[in-house]
């Protein structure tokens, strides 16, 4: 079946839809691109994916749910959760990372999750760090303004933090 409006979740090839992206981010100057779509992005505007998610009982089970089907939607995107000193990263990270629109992608991840977040805590929640890999974080060069997030730092992988604690609040 061919891509239209009328058919919204059909699937399209994942190189297609990067070399897209990157074009795009390009002529316009736009590097950080897949975070400005992602902030502008409800999580149920995302069809069935973003109805099961919402359907959950707890933050924690939508993330679950986050991690565990997103394969069905993206064949490259891995997302998982670390918990350490009372708080959990929810880590993101793209396997291969496929021509230069994996960057755009990832950004979009990010802000998805921080979005799915906001559907249970509400619309001014901010992470309490956000963690680049490097290639983003250079991108963003370290301004926390671009994203809304206080504290932004240089990691090996990409990742929302928050009080663990946020993880049993339930989704509305």
Known sequence: PQLSLETPESLFPLMSGFRFVASIARSEGL?????????????????????????????????????????????????????QDGRTRICT???????????????????????????????????????LEPTLFDLVGGRADMIGTPVIRRRSVSAIVVDSRLLSVPMD
């Not at 999580?43 to 959950?56: H, I, M, N, P, T």
């Not at 939508?62 to 394969?71: D, E, G, N």
């Not at 994996?102 to 929640?125: D, H, V």
Request: proline share 3%; hydrophobic share 40%.
């Open 31 to 83: 590097e950080h691109l897949g975070f400005v779509v992602g902030l502008d992005t409800r999580f149920q505007d995302l069809g069935a994916f973003g109805r099961l998610v919402l359907g959950s009982l707890t933050l924690h089970d939508a993330l679950c749910k986050v991690s565990s089907v997103i394969h069905l939607y993206n064949s490259a995107q891995y997302i998982w959760l670390e918990r």
């Open 93 to 131: 990270a793209y396997h291969p990372r496929l021509d230069d629109g994996w960057k755009f992608g990832e950004q979009y991840t990010l802000t998805l999750l921080i979005n799915c977040i906001r559907a249970a805590t509400g619309p001014n929640w901010v992470p309490l760090e956000m963690h």
